[in-house]
């Protein structure tokens, strides 16, 4: 079997082995950096892989959210606007966010004021998220809010990497 063969396979199942329920994403990221890793791009391109509907919106247009309508869920990654998530769960919205960095390293005291601002981050976070989705498991293991789950990075099947152009699944607004 070729990959192309096996990944329009996999797409297929991993649909149907969650119900084959779309859900209505805002993401809200850095989408379209320059010189970047494209994080943004590739995740936006695994949820539409996996059947969902994903409209992008750029984080420093946050403020701007309903002009997206018809959204379930939003997806963020350090969007640092506790009103504007505020605004979005009392209107009906999950949500959720996924952070990659690591959050904590007390062992190391040169990153105590990185490490302290993206605690303060968290601190002012969790309270207006219904999830979040850490890569940080020694964050998550001290957690008390109960609203944290290790999910680390991975790849997709698009060729991506320095030299290459981004891949682009539709504009950002």
Sequence with gaps: MGN????????????????????????????????S??????ITHALNQLGHDVQRLKERNAHHWRLVPDREVVLFHKLDNPS???SMRSEGLKTVFWYFDLVDWPKDPSLKRRCDNRKEWMQRAIPHTDLGFCTDGDWINQDQS???????????????GYGQQPVEDAPAL
């Design 146 to 160: 109960g609203k944290l789950i290790r999910l680390t990075q991975g790849a997709d099947n698009r060729v991506m």
């Design 4 to 35: 192309a063969t096996f990944l329009e396979r996999a797409e297929t199942s991993l649909h149907e082995s969650v119900g084959g329920t779309t859900v209505k994403i805002l993401y809200i990221a850095n989408h379209g950096q320059e010189n």
């Design 84 to 86: 504007t998530l505020q």
């Design 37 to 42: 890793n494209q994080d943004e791009e590739a």
